[in-house]
């Protein structure tokens, strides 16, 4: 009878064991590359944070942004003591609380300027003695002429503030020099309601271009 022959078969697990030490040697050689590029992209946060920082630091002004804000606040008090046209040169007290937060907001931008007092600037601050109680159904012209004093003195003061500071508004000023003109003290408030309110109106304007 004729001898047959059986082939063993070859292990495959040695193949097995093979394949999974490349592939442990590959996956060992891309986590380590992949901590590298994170390494790196962290190091770049944290220098770009510190430069942040430090220019932060070096170019915020606590006091300047504190007189920016009271300026701010000021203004805003008088544009809204002015908010109703209506009652302008016809309700005394909302006329004199306008003319005071206007006197307020000039004198707050003057400091700020380090504009050197002056008759007018020494009056502003000073509004109560320059504006008296009056009322706008009395023929009594002494009140009028008040109101005409104070916004004479605003425009003074805010002249020199805009020739200090403010080059580019001297047209702005000079238009508010000419409408402060036009009030008459001799003439009753509400006869000239529409004087007055474009007077408030214009000074606001002013003011609010020197904020910006």
Do not use: C, H
Request: hydrophobic residues 35%.
């Amino acid at each position: 009878m004729a001898e047959i022959k059986i082939e063993k078969k070859k292990p495959v697990w040695p193949w097995v064991i093979l394949i999974l030490v490349v592939l442990g040697i590959i996956a060992y050689f891309v986590y380590a590359n992949d901590e590298d590029v994170n390494d790196d992209y962290d190091d770049d946060i944290i220098n770009e944070q510190v430069m942040d920082t430090t220019n932060t630091q070096s170019t915020y002004d606590p006091y300047n942004a504190g007189s920016s804000s009271s300026s701010y606040n000021q203004f805003m008090a008088y544009d809204q003591s002015i908010a109703d046209s209506t009652r302008v040169a016809v309700d005394s007290s909302y006329t004199k609380k306008a003319f005071s937060n206007l006197t307020k907001a000039v004198v707050q931008k003057a400091d700020e300027n380090n504009i050197e007092d002056s008759e007018a600037l020494s009056d502003l601050r000073d509004f109560s003695s320059l504006i008296t109680s009056i009322s706008t159904t009395t023929k009594d012209t002494k009140g009028f002429k008040n109101f005409k004093t104070a916004s004479d003195k605003v425009v003074k003061v805010m002249e020199d503030i805009q020739k200090k500071s403010y080059p580019s508004l001297q047209t702005q000023v000079a238009d508010l020099k000419t409408t402060a003109a036009k009030i008459d003290g001799s003439v009753m408030m509400n006869k000239q309601q529409n004087s007055l309110y474009a007077f408030l109106r214009q000074s606001r304007d002013v003011l609010q271009m020197m904020n910006n």
